[in-house]
């Protein structure tokens, strides 16, 4: 008699197959395992993709999720509630969703009405900010929260302050096969006779089989009729980022260590039967994993669980499940210890068996039945729980309540701009114009919006491209001998000055301090690093308020990555010292500023004593920048209520009538970060709405009434005159509107996904 469930219908949430990934075979079988032990029960799944056009999903896929996308996940939440689902399951893992450290799928979850049980594949120790802040609120918004080791449940009581009532425990699921002899299915691979070694998995570094390699002559010396089978293809994102270096280093370390006669490499995904029958096939199992911050290995769980005599590295979940006789535990990237732990059970038959029988006693509590029944009593008391604590609004919102609509990001004219060399600094309308060639300001900005959208999953080969053009034009515009940047490029590519301004060097060194804090750009992020340290000492010399706060903007970015840099600190120190000076210098009862005149990208100096007085820990410089951005806000918004930037046509000097044009689409977007700063530096939303108010500049909220913003080309006209609008499509421009969009799109998903903001 089948089990009843008083859960009618269930949504699993996560990467599903055919999406080759382990979390997608763990959805698949998990809704597979749900659906055979309670027929009665629906079993739909909302997969999220990684591809644009998505996989060729099985009928019990009904709503697909796109991984980059802040509104898809909104539009699934809006489905789950209205196909009255009565439990969603979530597979978490902080790569499978977008947003910084997968914080998208928060805003699907915040919106839900029925109980969430989030099945939790990673439990990180020492999470970093952003980790830690998703972790937080995705406890917060599960009903219940399931781990597949004990390591895991005592990390989250411990790391997390979760309570212990809020948390099962259920193994990860396996297979229900009989116990066998390996030796029934040698015959099948060809390798009757030998001594089958195996270890199967997505391959990358991180698996360490360079070190199981390393193991084998000594194993083979012994026992030459060794085999060693590494099962599995590469990885799909190592594979697009690095194609087969990692799996080409395997191979020829193989023959270098003279045993490729040895070792067979099956590059495929190979489905559950097949997979099934290699891991009978093996006499060991490897997992010579590199480090212990794993809590669950659902390749572990499946070759423990049928049987196998298992040699692994003491990583979490493997020093769970290997002991009390269970399996063999070796010291990390050590081939030696390997080879010894191998030639012992290989020695001693009687007891590999007892590895194996006790591993697969154990296993008859993690088959996929067994963990199916475990999902549907934690999926009964997350309802109660629900019930307890009581249903979510109902999730119509007003449209004052709705995040703002957005342009979509067009990257035509970026790239229209944009050639071999670096970006144009103007153009005729929207054609780029050659005769004025190119400036490392530009390119700089260039880089910033390529390494913003790469944040936000923007990121195409061509953009990739593109930034690499922009670092190399500020590498190309490096004067090593004088320590600072050109700045104006004729088309003939000819430098048509010996040092570019202040400014300039401010720019480039917020573009290699930004490139220099985003993670995992390789050699590309090595260049930006040598660059920055060589250009920053001459920073120390600036007078230019700008060119201090994108400098001290720049630092605060490199810093992120190299907070120990003592030289550094002691600019950054120096440069605030110096632009609080200004103010002191400048600033009267009813002037509030910097200098004796408010002209051009005014927004950043308020911005750089926000940011590195929160950064600095200095309540002194935090209020100073906020007050001056007060000032500037109001001289800067019209008898309407609408932005109106101090005109390029004679500024605005201290007792003297202010420019009201030629007003600059840079002023907008500098105002935009400034107050999205002061928002993370208070969580007061009034920012937030002043940084609304700055882009619908763009948009027509202005003072004639027209949109900068071309939506057909994706550029953004020069400025706004007294009676007309600039024509003309520049870099300058057509920059300070994208990367307004990027740091709109980034707010916006950091309000839809969190209650509090990012500094707090």
């Known amino acids: 008699m089948q089990p009843a469930s008083v859960i009618r219908k269930v949504a699993f949430l996560g990467d599903y197959l055919p999406r080759k990934c382990g979390i997608a075979t763990f959805t698949t079988d998990l809704r597979c395992a749900m659906s055979a032990e309670f027929p009665a029960m629906q079993c739909l799944v909302v997969p999220v993709n990684d591809l644009a056009g998505g996989y060729n999903y099985p009928a019990e896929v009904r709503f697909e999720i796109a991984e980059q996308e802040l509104p898809s996940y909104l539009r699934a939440a809006d489905f789950l509630n209205?196909?009255?689902?009565?439990?969603?399951?979530?597979?978490h893992e902080f790569g499978i969703f977008g947003g910084p450290a997968g914080s998208h799928v928060l805003a699907l979850l915040r919106e839900l009405q029925m109980p969430i049980v989030t099945t939790l594949h990673t439990v990180l120790c020492e999470p970093n900010l952003e980790q830690r802040r998703v972790m937080r609120e995705l406890i917060r918004h599960s009903t219940r929260l399931v781990v597949m080791s004990e390591r895991g449940r005592e990390f989250l009581r411990n790391v997390y302050q979760t309570p212990a009532a809020k948390i099962d425990f259920i193994p990860h699921g396996i297979p229900d096969m009989p116990f066998a002899d390996p030796n029934f299915f040698k015959d099948e691979f060809g390798v009757a006779g030998k001594q089958v070694l195996l270890t199967f998995g997505l391959l990358s570094p991180n698996k360490g089989i360079e070190f199981a390699l390393r193991a084998l002559p000594e194993i083979?010396?012994?026992?030459?009729?060794?085999?060693?089978?590494?099962?599995?293809?590469?990885?799909?994102?190592?594979?697009?980022?690095?194609?087969?270096?990692?799996?080409?280093?395997?191979?020829?370390?193989?023959?270098?260590?003279?045993?490729?006669?040895?070792?067979?490499?099956?590059?495929?995904?190979?489905?559950?039967?097949?997979?099934?029958?290699?891991?009978?096939?093996?006499?060991?199992?490897?997992?010579?994993?590199?480090?212990?911050?794993?809590?669950?290995?659902?390749?572990?769980?499946?070759?423990?669980g049928a049987g196998n005599a298992v040699v692994s590295t003491p990583y979490w979940h493997a020093a769970e499940l290997l002991t009390a006789e269970r399996g063999k535990l070796v010291p990390f990237q050590d081939g030696?210890?390997?080879?010894?732990?191998?030639?012992?059970?290989?020695?001693?038959?009687?007891?590999?068996?007892?590895?194996?029988?006790?591993?697969?006693?154990?296993?008859r509590d993690m088959v996929w039945s067994r963990v199916a029944q475990s999902y549907a009593k934690s999926f009964e008391q997350a309802r109660q729980d629900h019930s307890f604590v009581g249903r979510k609004s109902?999730?119509?919102?007003?449209?004052?309540?709705?995040?703002?609509?957005?342009?979509?990001?067009?990257?035509?004219?970026?790239?229209?701009?944009?050639?071999?060399?670096?970006?144009?600094?103007?153009?005729?309308?929207?054609?780029?114009?050659?005769?004025?060639?190119?400036?490392?300001?530009?390119?700089?900005?260039?880089?910033?919006?390529?390494?913003?959208?790469?944040?936000?999953?923007?990121?195409?080969?061509?953009?990739g491209a593109r930034a690499a053009t922009y670092a190399a034009f500020l590498n190309h515009a490096f004067d090593r001998q004088r320590?600072?940047?050109?700045?104006?490029?004729?088309?003939?590519?000819?430098?048509?000055?010996?040092?570019?301004?202040?400014?300039?060097?401010?720019?480039?060194?917020?573009?290699?301090?930004?490139?220099?804090?985003?993670?995992?750009?390789?050699?590309?992020?090595?260049?930006?690093?040598?660059?920055?340290?060589?250009?920053?000492?001459?920073?120390?010399?600036?007078?230019?308020?700008?060119?201090?706060?994108?400098?001290?903007?720049?630092i605060d970015e490199y810093l992120r990555r190299f907070s120990g840099d003592r030289r550094a600190n002691q600019i950054r120190e120096s440069l605030t010292a110096k632009l609080m000076q200004r103010y002191a210098d400048a600033a009267t009862g009813d002037w509030q500023w910097f200098e004796e005149v408010v002209s051009y990208a005014n927004a950043k100096l308020p911005h750089a004593m926000i940011l590195n007085g929160r950064c600095m820990n200095n309540g002194t410089m935090l209020e100073?920048?906020?007050?001056?951005?007060?000032?500037?806000?109001?001289?800067?918004?019209?008898?309407?209520?609408?932005?109106?930037?101090?005109?390029?046509?004679?500024?605005?000097?201290?007792?003297?009538?202010?420019?009201?044009?030629?007003?600059?689409?840079?002023?907008?977007?500098?105002?935009?970060?400034?107050?999205?700063?002061?928002?993370?530096?208070?969580?007061?939303?009034?920012?937030?709405?002043?940084?609304?108010?700055?882009?619908?500049?763009?948009?027509?909220?202005?003072?004639?009434?027209?949109?900068?913003?071309?939506?057909?080309?994706?550029?953004?006209?020069?400025?706004?005159?007294?009676?007309?609008?600039?024509?003309?499509?520049?870099?300058?421009?057509?920059?300070a509107f994208l990367l307004s969009l990027a740091e709109m799109q980034a707010l916006q998903n950091s309000l839809t996904s969190f209650k509090e903001p990012v500094g707090k």
Request: charged letters at 20%; hydrophobic letters at 40%; a negative charge.
């Open 82 to 91: 209205i196909t009255d689902v009565d439990v969603v399951c979530v597979q």
């Open 220 to 304: 083979i010396r012994e026992f030459p009729n060794t085999v060693y089978i590494v099962l599995g293809q590469t990885h799909p994102n190592l594979l697009r980022d690095e194609g087969e270096a990692y799996r080409l280093s395997l191979e020829r370390l193989a023959k270098d260590l003279g045993v490729q006669k040895h070792v067979v490499f099956f590059n495929r995904f190979v489905e559950l039967e097949e997979l099934m029958r290699f891991i009978g096939a093996a006499d060991i199992y490897l997992t010579p994993y590199l480090t212990e911050a794993q809590t669950t290995s659902g390749t572990l769980a499946y070759a423990f």
């Open 336 to 363: 030696k210890a390997i080879a010894a732990a191998v030639v012992e059970l290989l020695r001693d038959e009687p007891l590999r068996h007892l590895m194996r029988k006790n591993a697969y006693k154990l296993g």
């Open 394 to 463: 109902s999730p119509i919102k007003t449209l004052d309540e709705q995040p703002g609509q957005l342009p979509e990001l067009k990257l035509d004219h970026l790239f229209r701009m944009s050639d071999s060399t670096g970006i144009f600094q103007h153009a005729s309308f929207t054609v780029p114009n050659f005769a004025e060639g190119y400036c490392t300001d530009d390119n700089a900005r260039a880089l910033v919006l390529a390494l913003m959208l790469k944040k936000l999953g923007h990121g195409s080969p061509q953009l």
């Open 483 to 554: 320590g600072r940047f050109r700045n104006f490029m004729s088309f003939d590519r000819h430098w048509l000055e010996e040092v570019g301004s202040e400014d300039c060097q401010g720019h480039a060194l917020w573009a290699l301090g930004l490139c220099v804090s985003q993670a995992g750009q390789g050699s590309f992020q090595m260049l930006a690093a040598e660059l920055f340290e060589h250009a920053l000492p001459v920073a120390a010399e600036f007078m230019s308020p700008r060119a201090l706060a994108f400098t001290l903007i720049g």
């Open 624 to 735: 100073l920048g906020l007050k001056t951005l007060r000032w500037l806000i109001k001289i800067q918004t019209s008898e309407a209520g609408a932005f109106r930037p101090i005109g390029s046509n004679g500024f605005y000097p201290r007792d003297k009538p202010r420019a009201v044009f030629d007003q600059q689409p840079i002023e907008a977007q500098v105002t935009i970060s400034a107050c999205i700063e002061a928002y993370q530096a208070t969580g007061d939303l009034c920012w937030v709405a002043e940084a609304r108010r700055a882009f619908e500049w763009f948009l027509g909220r202005n003072d004639l009434g027209l949109a900068l913003y071309d939506s057909a080309t994706g550029g953004c006209r020069d400025g706004l005159h007294v009676d007309r609008l600039s024509q003309n499509q520049g870099a300058e421009s057509t920059l």
